[in-house]
Structures are given as C-alpha cells and as structure tokens.
C-alpha cells in the first residue's frame, strides 16, 4: 500500500474538517462575502474555537482508528464504548442521532441497538444524516483488499449511532471508493456501486450513478443529508485537479462544511497523497501526529 496515500485519508479529512468547522452552516454567499474564498485555517467563527481546531468528524475518525489498532481488529463493541466515553468529554459538535445513539448506549443498549432504535423512532427527514460516513474512512486502511470485509465493518461502524440503509450503504460506498483509490483504480465509484447496489437504497445509488460516469449533477446540497452529503463530496474529492482544490471547494459550498469538506478530504487525500496536502494546514492541526502514527499501525491491522 502507497503510505503517502495511506497517510492522506486521515490527514485529508482532518484538513476538511478543520477548514470547515469555523463557517459551518453559513451559506456560500456569507462565507463569499466574509472570506472571499477560504483557503486558511481561521480561528472563531461558528463555535468560536482556534484555528486548526478538528471536530466530532475527526474526534470520532480517531475512535475507531484507536480501536482498530489496539484490538488488531474491527470490534463495534470496542468502538461504541470510546464514542461514549468521547461524548462524556462533553465535545461542543455532536449531531442529533449521534447523541440520542449514545444516550442508548449509556443506557445499556448494546451497540446493535441504540442506532436502531434511534433509525426506528426518527421521522423521515431527520433519519439519515452524514454522521457515521464522516468518520468511517479509517477502516479502509486496514481492510483496503478485503472488499467483503470492508463493506461489512463499514455498515457495522455506521449502525452504532445511523442504523438507516442510506447511511450504512454510505459507508460501504465511501470507503470501497477510497480503498479503489489507493489500488489506483481507473473507476473507483464505480467498482464500488456495483460491489454494493444489489442492497443499496435506490436512491442512494441514482445520486451517485452520473458522478461514476463522470458527470456533474447541475445542483449539488450541501445539506447534512447523507445523500447530499456523499453527492457533494465524492464530486469535489473525485474530479479535483488538486488535494487543496477539493477540500476548499467542499468548504466554500456552504452548509455543512466540516462534514462534508472532511469526506472530500478523505477521497482527496487517498487520490493524491499526505504529501500533496498544505503544510499551512498541516502544522495547524494539532492531532497531524497522532493521525500520522496510527495510519502507520492501521496498516498492520487484521
């Protein structure tokens, strides 16, 4: 496995992350009008934290890349106890089924269960949010060949706190594109749509199926939406001429920037490598380091 690209998934999506945690849930106009276009990492802004600072997306990626090293294996248990124990440091971003998923957990719900009865009680519209792929890619490292594997650890990582098949066939989708994407795939999205459309939503599948193709939707949402969310960032991360280009394009979308320039991150940074990401945004990163050494032991894991 290329370690550059290797490096590059993790290192990208704190990148994405970070850039966009200070503009979150403002439109593309007020960040136009604000920033011009944001290209730094800025201090303040929507939840007033320094510069650089990461978010649930990153905090959450290092929960199941912690695990992933320490248990030598892909254990949902293990990772539903540390996002309980990360949610007990009281962090200032968490979204809404995440929270109610790890309120389940703390209340003796087994990590089978809480997203479920979390999916079961959600009405449509707020049942399917981006909150489990944000923080998957991790699990691409270590299970980069083993595509059965992969798609069932990515939908197992995703029903701890987004047990709806939107969300759980988002993972898959993500993190087989990126594991194409480190075996240098000519066609990544597409080798990945066609591993998993059997069982994945329709819906899911057809807001993907033009971007395989290479095609542009005319509108892309940056809602926290999963589809939306997958839509969007698979775009910038896939059709980008650089690493920068696509997390600062995610970012200048609007709406939801940390999450969804993190995704782009992710994809970008399996496409171009750790190497090609900014060194500005790198050395504002305070977890870069940590981030560095477990993609090292990930690819050891299994």
């Given at each position: 496995?290329?370690?550059?690209?290797?490096?590059?998934?993790?290192?990208?999506?704190?990148?994405?992350?970070?850039?966009?945690?200070?503009?979150?849930?403002?439109?593309?106009?007020?960040?136009?009008?604000?920033?011009?276009?944001?290209?730094?990492?800025?201090?303040?802004?929507?939840?007033?934290?320094?510069?650089?600072?990461?978010?649930?997306?990153?905090?959450?990626?290092?929960?199941?890349?912690?695990?992933?090293?320490?248990?030598?294996a892909?254990?949902?248990?293990?990772?539903?106890?540390?996002?309980?124990?990360?949610?007990?440091?009281?962090?200032?971003?968490?979204?809404?089924?995440?929270?109610?998923?790890?309120n389940?957990?703390?209340?003796?719900d087994?990590?089978?269960?809480?997203?479920?009865?979390?999916?079961?009680?959600s009405?449509?519209?707020?049942?399917?949010?981006?909150?489990?792929?944000?923080?998957?890619?991790?699990?691409?490292?270590?299970?980069?060949?083993?595509?059965?594997?992969?798609?069932?650890?990515?939908?197992?990582?995703?029903?701890?706190?987004?047990?709806d098949p939107?969300?759980?066939?988002?993972?898959?989708?993500?993190?087989?594109?990126?594991?194409?994407?480190?075996?240098?795939?000519?066609?990544?999205?597409?080798?990945?749509?066609?591993?998993?459309?059997?069982?994945a939503?329709?819906?899911?599948?057809?807001?993907?199926?033009?971007?395989?193709?290479?095609?542009?939707p005319?509108?892309?949402?940056?809602?926290?939406?999963?589809?939306?969310?997958?839509?969007?960032?698979?775009?910038?991360?896939l059709v980008?001429?650089?690493?920068?280009?696509?997390?600062?394009?995610?970012?200048?979308?609007?709406g939801?920037?940390?999450?969804?320039?993190a995704?782009?991150?992710a994809?970008?940074?399996?496409?171009?490598?750790?190497?090609?990401?900014?060194?500005?945004?790198?050395?504002?990163?305070?977890?870069?380091?940590?981030?560095?050494?477990?993609?090292?032991?990930?690819?050891?894991?299994?």
């Amino acid at each position: 496995m290329d370690s550059d690209r290797a490096r590059g998934i993790l290192l990208g999506l704190a990148c994405g992350d970070a850039l966009g945690r200070p503009v979150e849930f403002k439109s593309a106009s007020k960040i136009s009008a604000e920033h011009g276009r944001l290209d730094e990492m800025i201090g303040h802004g929507t939840w007033n934290q320094p510069a650089g600072t990461i978010t649930d997306d990153t905090e959450q990626a290092l929960c199941i890349a912690r695990s992933l090293v320490e248990q030598q294996a892909f254990d949902p248990a293990d990772v539903a106890d540390r996002f309980v124990a990360w949610y007990d440091t009281g962090p200032f971003d968490i979204g809404g089924m995440t929270r109610r998923a790890l309120n389940r957990l703390k209340r003796g719900d087994s990590w089978g269960e809480a997203g479920q009865q979390v999916w079961e009680q959600s009405p449509e519209g707020q049942n399917a949010g981006n909150g489990s792929v944000m923080r998957c890619p991790p699990l691409a490292i270590p299970y980069a060949t083993d595509w059965d594997r992969l798609a069932t650890v990515s939908r197992q990582s995703s029903q701890i706190t987004h047990a709806d098949p939107r969300c759980t066939a988002g993972c898959a989708i993500l993190n087989l594109t990126v594991a194409g994407l480190l075996a240098d795939a000519d066609t990544p999205l597409q080798d990945a749509l066609d591993y998993v459309s059997t069982d994945a939503p329709d819906e899911l599948v057809t807001a993907l199926r033009p971007l395989a193709r290479g095609d542009s939707p005319d509108t892309l949402e940056t809602s926290g939406y999963v589809v939306h969310s997958l839509q969007t960032a698979l775009h910038d991360g896939l059709v980008a001429d650089s690493a920068e280009d696509a997390i600062v394009t995610a970012v200048n979308r609007g709406g939801d920037t940390d999450t969804i320039g993190a995704i782009a991150g992710a994809v970008a940074g399996a496409r171009f490598g750790a190497s090609q990401l900014p060194d500005r945004w790198l050395g504002a990163i305070d977890e870069v380091n940590e981030l560095e050494g477990l993609t090292t032991q990930l690819t050891n894991v299994g």
